[in-house]
């Protein structure tokens, strides 16, 4: 009797090993399946990240670009201004200025400046001329001045 029990239970065992064989086969190709995706998402996610860093590189550039140009619309803003600023300066140093020379100096040299226009006057007056010296320190980076004949012998004639 114990071959028959045998004999009737090996359908039964070889259904299961075949089932068992069957289940490790379809656990095996779902863990393929998986490690597929996770590539494909991980290269997705690469691709992605790239391309961020692309744009992100992209708005850097685009930054730096308008921040040139930025300046460079400044700079020439201030070239323009100090054009402008420089002919009000020749307009106003004209003759209804009383005729005051305007002459671009840098600040730290004002003294030396009119120290120097200082010692023309005395020179002058060595000379036998009388002459007066005007200074307008009004203007930034620039000395307006002007000499004045005191002699009432000496004409000066514009020709």
Do not use: C
């Amino acid at each position: 009797m114990q071959a028959d029990q045998i004999l009737s239970l090996a359908p039964w065992v070889m259904a299961f090993v075949f089932g068992t064989f069957i289940l490790l086969m379809w656990r095996n190709d779902r863990h393929q399946e998986m490690s597929l995706r996770e590539r494909e998402l991980r290269t997705q996610m690469e691709l992605r990240t790239k391309e961020i860093e692309a744009k992100r590189a992209v708005e850097v550039l685009e930054e730096k670009s308008r921040s040139k140009q930025a300046d460079e619309e400044n700079t020439a803003r201030y070239w323009r201004e100090r054009r402008e600023e420089e002919e009000r300066i020749r307009e106003k140093a004209g003759a209804s200025s009383g005729g005051f020379i305007v002459v671009d100096i840098a600040e730290s040299q004002r003294g030396m400046f009119q120290d120097l226009l200082k010692g023309f006057e005395e020179y002058a007056k060595l000379k036998g001329y009388g002459v007066a010296f005007s200074v307008d320190n009004t203007f930034v980076g620039k000395v307006a001045f002007k000499f004045t004949l005191t002699d009432p012998d000496v004409v000066v004639v514009n020709d």
